[in-house]
């Protein structure tokens, strides 16, 4: 079969399980979670093996330590799949929840009802354990998912996907549910892209490359987790204990993940008070600073920030550093150079708190707490997919509820227009 | 200045502008939708004038005299506008509400806010009320709006626009907030379409190519009013009378809206007494048929009807009929023919109105009603700027709430995650 066929034949079966999926009950839904976790306890040595396959041939593809790091299943990463899939059991099922309704004064009643969206393509990078649960929060919302991992997890993606279609079946669900595209031909993701008939949304996780390839070639809407270029703003009325405290912690807890603090804005007034305070626990954290030219002035070690810099998601222990005149300087250059991801201010002046929350154009704005607390469990939304740094259909954390859309049902006894 | 400077400027000024509204008291967007209304009865006789030589120019371009009647403003039509501006400032503010909220057990205070999505292109054809609904929608919910009428319409959209412009000064709002793309050069959209930078969503309205060919360019969001192919399913258990109620209010009171009727399914129990009892009214109200091998055998003035009748909306007094076996087939061929706009069955059976309901993946599925209640006044959600057929983001009615999005707002004192 040619690849166009097969892409096509995957995606259409996906479709019409997604039609099954969506009246399946939810007590099906959460049995194939429960067996899910007991095929994958059965297979627990073939997806071990599988794995230790991926990662003998890791050099081929040239993969960095790093990369290499996030392909090993351990223990307690198989432990945590498992953990997962009991934690997406445990939510609430959004399928069928009747968002609002109202009885009309003609004798219709109307109910808003949340449904499944249909399918899902999710593209996705490495990490096997992101496999289960992807398909745990599609398969809970209703929604079909095809699953591209990266060609360097394929042995252990099998395996995986293998259990999870076998609690499939068990569960009285369609296998075609949950597929995943197993062709090792990279043109296969351009013609998914291309079946809008077929698949509602994509989700790409992974780096700005892909999902900028992704977001230019799909003809269906994109659920995107961009850049996160995240700020620590310490206001004139800053505690500058609290703020020091919050720095460290926005900054230098994982350094690598998309919630961490890449840029840190002082108010003018205490910027020498609180540079000066910073400069050596941050040192000391291996930290690389790239400040303006006032920064530069406080701290001898800082190297000059360029605008790219202040515009930049490092991902690493390197912190670009601004003095600002007033808040005003502070949100303009928040928006200007964020990226609309998360951002918080340190302060103890309610009506500076309250601008900052209100002028930040991100997803999540932070009033004296780290920037790390923007994420799906930490807000007690449950686990998520992905954070969307998007403002169409869903905006920062997205779990179960972002993965539906609504119709509306009118019940009648024979109203028409007139 | 050249056009591409030109629409670049534009789109930077509603940025800019968008920024202040969302920050500008609701108290100030409906003392704006105030002064609108005055300022549209100041300048009526103008605004007249301008639609008369819209109208005599008419004839250069081509129109028919559907779209010479959709072009031309009347005096009710324009009591309609400023009815339309006094509904709008009714509605509840959306900016600012709190969706959901919760304490956490660290003591974050976290809320879920709404706020507006920012600036909105809106493309149309022909009517000059449809500025001032789609300006009213845009601004009350915080947003701003480059507004790209049709060139038949220049000289009437002008002055309407004009009038709002000057209602937002006297409302201390930015005029950048509401812009007429002015330019004749039909390229400033594709201009327009590349500036995701500043503009966050495109909403066309018009024909389906038009539609298609925003959707294809588009490189942001684009909120889509596809076609309405909509069916009256009578299912076995219907009440014929209701059933033909329901069916000549769908096809009939107004056939050239999107949520009229296109086609009708009838079980096969009942199509020969259905069929019998419809073909004498709907012959009466000038509808031509085009029905299934069964359908011609009991209406001997039906035409058959091809494939693509099953898919098409007609938007005029065609109706295509099929005899069905059963519910299921019923709901299999509305999901493959239909347009996801608006579906209806006619039955007394409760299982049968159950999955209908639960099967069919349309934005509204009714149960003994009319296909024409699918509007956002007659869901009680106020005035609305389009129907959605997309499932992502908003479904169904896109009143002031689906232009808007949401953002976190943190509160802590202190909190870093461990």
Known sequence: MDLHAY???IAR?????SRLLAKAPGSAR????????DELQKRKEAIFSANAADLERAGQFGLTPAQIDRLRLTPSRFDGILEGLGQV?????PVGQVIEGSLRPNGLEIRKVRVPLGVLLFIYESRPNVTADAAALAIKSGNAILLRGGKEAAASNQAIVEALQAALLQAGLPEGALQLV??????????????????????????ESLIRAVAE???????????????????????????????LNAKCQ???????????????????????????PLREH???????????????????????????????????????????????????????????????????????????????????????????????????????TDKFHARGPCGLLELTTYKYVVYGDGQIRT
């Open 7 to 9: 892409c096509e034949q």
């Open 13 to 17: 079966q996906a479709k019409e399980a």
């Open 30 to 37: 959460n049995r194939w979670l429960q067996r899910a976790v």
């Open 89 to 93: 059991m445990a939510l609430p099922d």
């Open 182 to 207: 197993s062709t090792p031909d990279r043109a296969a993701v351009g013609e998914l892209l291309k079946l809008n008939q077929y698949i509602d949304l994509v989700i790409p996780r992974g780096g």
């Open 217 to 247: 070639q799909a003809t269906m809407p994109v659920l995107k987790h961009y850049l996160g270029n995240c700020h620590v703003y310490v206001d004139r009325a800053a505690d500058l204990d609290l703020a020091l405290k919050i720095l």
């Open 254 to 280: 994982r350094p690598g993940v998309c919630n961490a603090a890449e840029s840190l804005l002082v108010h003018a007034d205490l910027a020498e008070a609180f540079l000066r305070k910073a400069e050596g």
């Open 286 to 388: 291996g930290v690389e600073l790239r400040g303006c030219p006032r920064t530069c002035r406080e701290i001898a070690w800082a190297k000059p920030a360029t605008d790219a810099d202040f515009a930049a998601e490092f991902l690493d222990l390197i912190l670009s550093v601004k003095v600002v005149d007033d808040l005003d300087e502070a949100i303009a250059h928040i928006n200007r150079y964020g990226s609309g991801h998360t951002d918080a201010i340190v302060t103890t002046d309610l009506t500076a708190a309250r601008r900052f929350c209100a002028e930040v154009d991100s997803a999540a704005v932070l009033v004296n707490a780290s920037t790390r607390f923007h994420d799906g469990f930490e807000f007690g939304l449950g686990a998520e997919i992905g954070i969307s």
